[in-house]
């Protein structure tokens, strides 16, 4: 019996469902068949048609089939998964920590399209070296992804706010993401757009970008929303022009581009009523330090405060105190309970009173090894803090250093009289 001989043609009257069911099976194993006996499979030559047929239907029609055929659609879905080799081995030949690539965005090595050959040479004729690529690729391994064009038209929109292609890539060093992160060239434009409306210049947009480069990829719509939110501020409180306060916000706190506008509304309330300043005592603030932590986190913000106040109240000092001490330096909020408590029993434990510290809150922004290191060398020269203050303990670096070689230099004048 040959291949194809028992099926009827469709107008044959003989057919009935069954039949037509039957039919269209012969057709599927031979087409099967045909197939494998091109393949010289012995095993098949062997068998006879009808329990073939009977072979396919039972596997048709059992449940396992569906899992069976399952398996081989995932088998092929897991080759899929699998990285790019060619693509693993080029990184690797570029520096590229591969480790740190699977860690971070891992589906990127998966990816059969990139453009790492491309990003390279267009980097290096920015100026960036091996080394700075390699770590780039590493950090923010998206960077691959992006087109010759995408790039060249996102280079053109950074250096018409920048001065160089190296400050570029030093920000690239630093922040990839900023540069990578978005490739939707035309909503950073607006963005500029955008904040030059409100007056900010390309000054301040580059130290923007040096500094947080993020809210230049935000949706134009979002930093919309958090300026029409201070401007909002600003008229509530009883300020006349807005726009100068939302550039003055914005140019010395950029970070509050990234908070959303429930956080910094929140803030805005908190503080007012926690130190319970006026309207025109809180802008007042505001105006002054009091932009430079919009942006921490609410629930911070009131722990931090809290914490001030409970320190500096264990130590004898009124209500009172304790809110002007935060007022005269409202960036101590920014130091967690435990640096600040750890600075200020640094302090007490060198026989310096809490009231010298109320007078100059500056020394909390050193570090606490700092703070050490320069009581114990004024210590050596018998420095008197409750005379002189401790104001030197603030100093920069360079000024400190200067102060200390001159208190040096008497001292031993001093000992050789």
């Not at 081995?89 to 590229?96: E, F, Q, R, S, T």
């Not at 978005?182 to 607006?190: A, C, V, W």
Request: charged share 25%; proline share 2%.
């Amino acid at each position: 019996m040959q291949l194809g001989e028992a099926v009827r043609t469709p107008h044959d009257p003989e057919l009935t469902g069954s039949t037509i069911l039957f039919r269209d099976l012969q057709c599927l194993v031979s087409i099967a068949m045909r197939g494998l006996v091109n393949m010289k499979n012995k095993l098949l030559f062997n068998m006879n048609l009808p329990w073939l047929i009977k072979l396919s239907t039972d596997i048709i029609f059992r449940g396992d089939s569906a899992r069976f055929l399952c398996l081989k659609i995932d088998s092929s879905s897991d080759e899929l998964d699998k990285e790019n080799n060619i693509l693993v081995k080029n990184l690797a030949g570029m520096g590229v920590d591969v480790k740190m690539v699977r860690k971070r965005q891992p589906g990127v090595l998966k990816r059969q399209i990139t453009n790492e050959d491309g990003l390279k040479i267009f980097l290096q004729g920015k100026g960036a070296n091996r080394e700075a690529i390699a770590s780039i690729i590493s950090r923010y391994p998206r960077a691959i992804t992006r087109s010759h064009q995408s790039l060249k038209e996102r280079w053109e929109i950074w250096r018409s706010i920048l001065m160089t292609d190296m400050e570029i890539v030093t920000i690239l060093k630093r922040s990839p993401e900023s540069f990578f992160r978005s490739g939707n060239n035309e909503n950073m434009q607006k963005n500029i757009t955008l904040f030059c409306s409100i007056g900010l210049t390309s000054k301040d947009l580059g130290n923007m970008l040096t500094r947080v480069p993020r809210v230049f990829s935000n949706s134009i719509e979002l930093n919309k929303q958090m300026i029409s939110l201070l401007n909002d501020i600003y008229l509530d409180l009883g300020g006349e022009k807005p726009d100068d306060f939302v550039k003055q916000i914005i140019s010395k706190n950029v970070f509050i581009l990234l908070r959303s506008s429930k956080q910094v509304k929140a803030n805005v309330q908190f503080l007012q009523s926690s130190l319970s300043l006026s309207n025109k005592e809180f802008l007042t603030l505001l105006h002054g330090q009091g932009g430079d932590v919009l942006d921490l986190s609410n629930e911070y913000l009131k722990k931090t405060l809290a914490n001030v106040k409970e320190k500096l109240l264990s130590h004898g000092c009124t209500e009172i105190e304790a809110d002007m001490f935060v007022l005269k330096h409202l960036r101590i909020l920014y130091l967690s309970p435990q640096n600040l408590n750890d600075k200020i029993d640094c302090l007490l434990q060198a026989n310096i009173n809490i009231n010298l510290i109320l007078k100059s809150p500056l020394v909390l922004d050193k570090s606490i090894k700092t703070i050490s290191n320069r009581i114990d060398e004024l210590g050596k020269l018998g420095y008197n803090f409750q005379i002189h203050g401790i104001g030197i303990l603030a100093l920069s670096k360079q000024r400190y250093e200067a102060k200390l070689e001159k208190l040096q230099a008497a001292t031993i004048l001093h000992g050789s009289n």
